[in-house]
């Protein structure tokens, strides 16, 4: 014991169990998120160390001494047969030490303990109830005791099976797990739900828990949603097996969903390994997980390491780093891009994000800002997800000051002083003096010495600032004009590394006709359009001089996209950069006629995950070499999608699809065919 809590103490207990029975509302009821799960978990943490030192302030209505939230009113209660718990948090490894040399001296052992290692899904927590192999109720998780009944909306979800597979099943069986919304659909769902004016979702599992608390089970239907099981409850009439591990296995045999990440670790130093490795292929994943779940694998050990109030003592969540966390506002930049655009950049006051120190994000558009209800001066959500430019996900209302600023548009462009314009029907600003305006010309260069367009090595954005700005280069064709003694002098260019970059530009001469349109940045014209061009079209000029109508006939080239390569051919300043880029001598092979039978001829190809035979651009190269059709989506006219390693969403899809997948393997059989 550390004495009577101090006046400061109690306020602060009653101030923090408050503030989380309200959050805790807005997130388990609402599906409405009023800060991040980081900030939350932070308050809870602190609420359990005062309560921890100062038993006496405990409130048994507290969020610490509770599980989720009551069920909600509008929905039929279902008690479940075996309670459903929360799990206790680790946020480091010592933590997680911690626990398991707690699970040692509860089972009196010094022996490594087996381990499940389980994701830990970013979704909603059910429980299915099964009599006699048939699906009979669906709940949510609610207090623990009892959740709310969701089992039409369950029945919408093609992933839960109606009947368990195989004639070896319990009389009645609950199977636990978690719905939640693959990465992908999230986003296409938002994306839809903005130009509708519905509900924009804060994340995947707000989306998945306000997707299966719909009134209408027709509304659930239509959302992407997802289930994988981590258990079981109550069974009867059946003889489980002695191991977690074993459990998972036989609901998968009664085509139950199992996350196929799961794995067994012995001892906590391969647990610690195992969540290691999951953050590394976090980003890769098809759905959002926030940390890693640690479960004693032997049942009968769980039962001797038991329970306390809230949550088992035989398990525990290892959080990873925060992709949301709050901080301040303290101003807005507008960037011009390569394509004239004005994009709004947030000036945040620095903060760590999934272990990186963030201190810029976007706001994406004037209409996003104002969807989101930001203004300088506010608390903000921040998120930030891998290599994804971190975004302001939106205001903190309740934390705004009095003193915040709207965010006005600029009326002229921030880098040339061109009045901007905006396009009826769009949300973007834009500069419209194009390769005259300083900033266009800097990120177009950019654009055409980048890695996967014509790939200039060393012509980095910080030498292609200096270029510009010292009127060095004028236009994409000047880089080619460009001596030694043009680049001597410059920042961190000495003679030898100028000469590298003079030798990476007469290197990068040589290219594919399809690099080059790329490279050219002309509007929305990606690599796979620059690819289908190159490939339809065999010469620079028959694409110069094809009209709107040829251009719509080409795959994925719709009226918006056949106008922009139109009018970008037209313009007599981009016909004479790119007689200048010619004369310079950037040459690619001319088309000859294949020699190999194009048996491939009108198939669609996908590529998804990480390759071992070929790099993707070679298996896409000799996939087109024999007429087939490389795409970047999965859709019903796909004909094949090929499986590397890790692959992501798009094998989800082409299986949603029945569209046929095939691994290396099998590829290399088709080319050789």
Wanted: contains cysteine; charged residues 25%.
């Amino acid at each position: 014991m550390s004495g009577k809590p101090t006046q400061t103490d109690i306020k602060r207990a009653k101030e923090l169990a408050r503030d989380l029975t309200r959050y805790s509302k807005l997130y388990y009821e609402e599906d409405n998120p009023a800060i991040p799960d980081a900030e939350y978990d932070r308050l809870f943490a602190e609420l359990q160390t005062l309560e921890a030192t100062y038993p006496e302030l405990i409130d048994p209505n507290a969020p610490t001494q509770r599980v989720g939230s009551k069920p909600l009113k509008h929905f039929k209660s279902v008690k479940h047969q075996k309670a459903m718990l929360s799990l206790n948090n680790a946020f480091d490894d010592e933590t997680v030490l911690a626990f398991d040399r707690r699970i040692k001296q509860a089972l009196s052992t010094d022996d490594a303990i087996r381990y499940v290692c389980e994701p830990k899904l970013d979704g909603l927590a059910v429980n299915l109830l099964y009599e006699q192999g048939v699906f009979s109720v669906a709940a949510t998780r609610g207090d623990g005791e009892t959740g709310e009944d969701i089992t039409a909306n369950i029945r919408t979800i093609t992933d839960v099976p109606m009947t368990l597979a195989g004639d070896n099943h319990p009389s009645r069986v609950e199977i636990r797990g978690e719905v939640f919304m693959p990465l992908k659909g999230f986003a296409q769902f938002n994306k839809r739900a903005a130009r509708l004016g519905w509900k924009v979702f804060a994340n995947p599992r707000n989306a998945a828990a306000g997707s299966l608390r719909q009134l209408d089970p027709n509304v659930t239907a239509k959302r992407p949603l997802s289930f994988f099981c981590y258990g079981l409850g109550d069974i009867e009439g059946y003889e489980i097996p002695l191991s977690h591990h074993d459990v998972l296995a036989l609901c998968a045999s009664w085509g139950v969903p199992v996350c196929p990440e799961i794995q067994l670790a012995t001892g906590i130093d391969n647990c610690l390994a195992y969540a290691a490795q999951l953050l590394e292929k976090r980003d890769k994943l098809a759905y959002e997980i926030d940390g890693v779940v640690y479960k004693v694998d032997n049942l009968a050990f769980q039962e001797q390491v038991g329970y306390v109030a809230r949550a088992p003592r035989f398990a525990i969540a290892h959080k990873y780093p925060a992709q949301e966390e709050i901080t301040e506002l303290e101003d807005v930049d507008f960037q011009v891009g390569r394509t004239g655009v004005l994009t709004p950049v947030a000036r945040l006051k620095p903060v760590s994000v999934g272990g990186v120190t963030v201190s810029n994000a976007t706001l994406h558009n004037m209409d996003e800002i104002k969807r989101k209800d930001v203004q300088i001066g506010d608390v903000v959500i921040v998120r930030r997800a891998g290599d994804v430019i971190p975004e302001v996900v939106s205001s903190v209302a309740e934390k705004r000051k009095s003193n915040t600023r709207l965010i006005e548009p600029p009326q002229s462009c921030p880098a040339c002083g061109t009045p901007v314009e905006i396009t009826e029907g769009e949300t973007a600003i834009r500069c419209p003096a194009g390769l005259s305006c300083p900033a266009q010309r800097i990120e177009a260069i950019k654009h055409f010495a980048s890695r996967r367009a014509i790939d200039i090595e060393g012509l980095g954005s910080k030498l292609v600032e200096q270029l510009v700005t010292t009127e060095r280069v004028k236009t994409i064709a000047d880089i080619y004009k460009l001596n030694l003694a043009d680049l001597v002098g410059l920042e961190r260019m000495a003679t030898k590394s100028a000469q590298n970059v003079l030798d990476a530009l007469e290197k990068s001469k040589k290219t594919t006709f399809a690099r080059f349109l790329f490279a050219l940045g002309i509007r929305e014209v990606g690599e796979v359009t620059a690819a289908s061009l190159a490939q339809h079209f065999k010469t620079l000029d028959a694409v110069a001089n094809a009209d709107i109508e040829v251009l719509e006939g080409i795959a994925e080239i719709g009226p918006v996209i056949a106008h922009h390569i139109c009018t970008f051919f037209e313009t007599e300043s981009n016909q004479a950069v790119i007689a200048e880029l010619v004369e310079s001598g950037i040459n690619w092979p001319e088309p000859k006629a294949s020699t190999e039978p194009q048996h491939l001829q009108g198939k669609t190809f996908v590529l998804t995950g990480t390759l071992e035979l070929f790099t993707r651009q070679e298996a896409k190269e000799r996939l087109q070499a024999l007429g087939a059709k490389v795409s970047g989506s999965v859709s019903k006219r796909t004909d094949y999608v090929v499986a590397g390693r890790d692959p992501g969403s798009k094998l989800d899809k082409a299986q949603a699809l029945s569209v046929t997948v095939i691994d290396e393997d099998a590829l290399q059989k088709l080319l050789q065919t």
